[in-house]
């Protein structure tokens, strides 16, 4: 597991390591330099000049020392100040000073500044780190433009400045960067879009903060790395279909029986025992023939009776793909939420259209209670909320956790980079996938893997981080075989097959 910080969580690190633990802010500082200078010289050609922009906190401080070391190491390099020396925290007036007395040239943001932005071989991007609280404007936001428009190659140091370390948002313009050089953790800003199309190369440099606090640690962000995957149940060498769960998926209007077929199929391809596909009639002889290994009940008549014998045999029940917003499809959803509020000891995920059925009647009441999964796409997600995409996408792990608090559920924001979020506690944000995922039934394939590992006993919380992973991590087998384009959903279903999890 990898722990990933906000803006606000690394600056409590650095206080509590500085203030608390008393490790020297410039013994930090130097280290964090020394890695910038390190990223540098691997680009620098001889002959190259290096400029770095420096803001007046401690990321311009950062980006001033650099400047030294790099100077020290026989390199041209120079300093401008996009900020003002009255706004300069005490690390940042002493390396400005120190670069000063050692003759290293220090300029303003005036005058030819520009030019020698648009000559530097290398620009070092130091005007704002984790600190940045707001919009850019004015001075900063021209030296911004200046940077991107220039030739030379561009290492940020902690962020690119203007990425909002918390939410990965562009506050007004944000430098475009070749390389990043991060200190301790990686940055939420460095993971969600767009923030993390600025960054270029991303490294982690450990600077020697002190171990995080255990209570800060309990809220930090985390992502998975392939060894996680070693947390999953294995499969008991004495066991039989009956060990891993009856899986019922409810999916596919009449005549929509793929998205039925691609949810069953990655629910078996995750490990499921037995799958039985809840339908139209209409949909059994092309279901039969995708996904002859499941079991098939269809609503020709008694509908809600099948639907309720269906419940009945479930330990595990998938809602919604391709389910459509007719009346029927309405009553099916109620009938099946209302079942799964009834039966905390029986996970329900809902995606797709059960979503959109949810959101247009609050009158149901549908709180989960642990056992409720939602797998919503933005739009989804907006509709659930009552909150325009665009807004939630400023804070999209806030508008995740705030959909968990409204419904009672695990909820599994799909985008980019997917978010899975309770009412409380920390965030998981995925960082396999691609964008080759991109494409219609991706969403269907997801349901099914998450069915497939609650099949498997996976706590509710747990299968939506690892189905997301692992659904991700199948698409990056198939980009890294056949490129990023020609992906169907049926492709990524069957490279499941292909995964060790
Ligand atoms: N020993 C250490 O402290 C280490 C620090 N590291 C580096 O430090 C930065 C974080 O430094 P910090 O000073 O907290 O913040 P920034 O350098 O990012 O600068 C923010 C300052 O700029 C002001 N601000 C914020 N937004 C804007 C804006 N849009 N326009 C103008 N000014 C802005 C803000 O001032 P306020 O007015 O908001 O109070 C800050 O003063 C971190 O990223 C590292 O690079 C290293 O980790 C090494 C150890
Ligand atoms: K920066």
């Known amino acids: 597991m990898e722990l990933l910080c906000s803006g606000k969580q690394m600056q409590e690190i650095d206080r509590y390591s500085i203030q608390e633990m008393k490790i020297p802010s410039l013994v930090l500082m130097e280290r964090a330099a020394l890695a910038v200078r390190d990223a540098v010289l691997r680009r620098w050609k001889p002959g190259g000049r290096i400029v770095a922009v420096c803001g007046s906190g401690n990321n311009g401080a950062d980006g001033l020392a650099a400047v030294r070391l790099l100077s ?36 303003r943001a005036a005058g030819d500044a520009y030019d020698k932005i648009r000559g530097a071989q290398i620009l070092i991007d130091a005007v704002f780190g984790v600190g940045l609280s707001r919009n850019v404007k004015g001075t900063y936001a021209r030296m911004i433009e200046a940077v991107n428009q220039a030739d030379g190659q561009v290492v940020s140091v902690d962020i690119p400045s203007g990425v909002s370390a918390d939410t990965g948002k562009v506050l007004g313009c944000a430098v475009n960067a ?3 050089v991060t200190f301790g953790f990686r940055k939420l800003g460095q993971i969600l879009y767009p923030g993390a199309g600025c960054c270029g190369k991303l490294t982690v440099a450990e600077i020697g903060f002190a171990p995080v606090p255990g209570t800060l640690s309990e809220e930090l962000a985390y992502t998975f790395v392939t060894e996680d995957l070693d947390g999953l149940p294995q499969r008991e060498a004495d066991s039989n279909k009956g060990s891993f769960g009856k899986t019922a998926v409810f999916a596919g209007c009449k005549n929509m029986a793929g998205a039925a077929a691609l949810c069953g199929l990655s629910a078996y391809r995750a490990g499921a025992g037995l799958v039985r596909l809840v339908t139209e009639e209409e949909n059994r002889m092309i279901l039969q023939q995708l996904v002859p290994e499941a079991v098939m009940t269809t609503l020709e008549r008694n509908r809600k009776e099948r639907i309720a014998e269906a419940l009945e045999w479930a330990t595990v029940i998938v809602l919604g793909p391709g389910l459509g917003r007719s009346e029927e499809a309405g009553e099916e959803v109620r009938q099946v939420l209302e079942y799964g509020m009834k039966h905390p000891e029986k ?33 989804e997600l907006s509709r659930l909320l009552g909150r325009s995409v665009e807004k939630l996408k400023e804070d999209f792990p806030g508008a995740v956790r705030d959909c968990a608090e409204k419904y009672g559920a695990v909820v599994v924001g799909k985008d980019s980079r997917t978010v899975v979020s309770e009412a409380e506690g920390p965030v998981f944000v995925n960082t396999s996938g691609n964008s080759a995922m991109a494409k219609a039934g991706s969403g269907d394939v997801l349901c099914g893997v998450i069915a497939g590992l609650l099949a498997r006993g996976v706590p509710a919380r747990s299968a939506a981080e690892y189905g997301a992973y692992v659904h991700g991590l199948a698409g990056d087998l198939w980009v890294r075989e056949h490129g990023c384009q020609g992906m169907t959903a049926m492709d990524l279903s069957e490279c499941l097959s292909r995964l060790w999890f």
């Open 72 to 107: 020290q190491a026989g390199c041209p390099a120079e300093a401008i100040l996009a900020g003002s020396e009255e706004h300069e925290t005490r690390e940042c007036r002493l390396q400005r000073e120190i670069l000063v007395n050692l003759e290293i040239p220090v300029h």
């Open 178 to 180: 070749a390389e990043t």
């Open 347 to 379: 996970p329900v995920a809902a995606d797709a259209d059960a979503l959109n059925l949810l959101s247009e009647n609050p009158q149901w009441r549908i709180k989960g209670s642990g056992n409720l999964i939602l797998t919503p796409h933005p739009g």
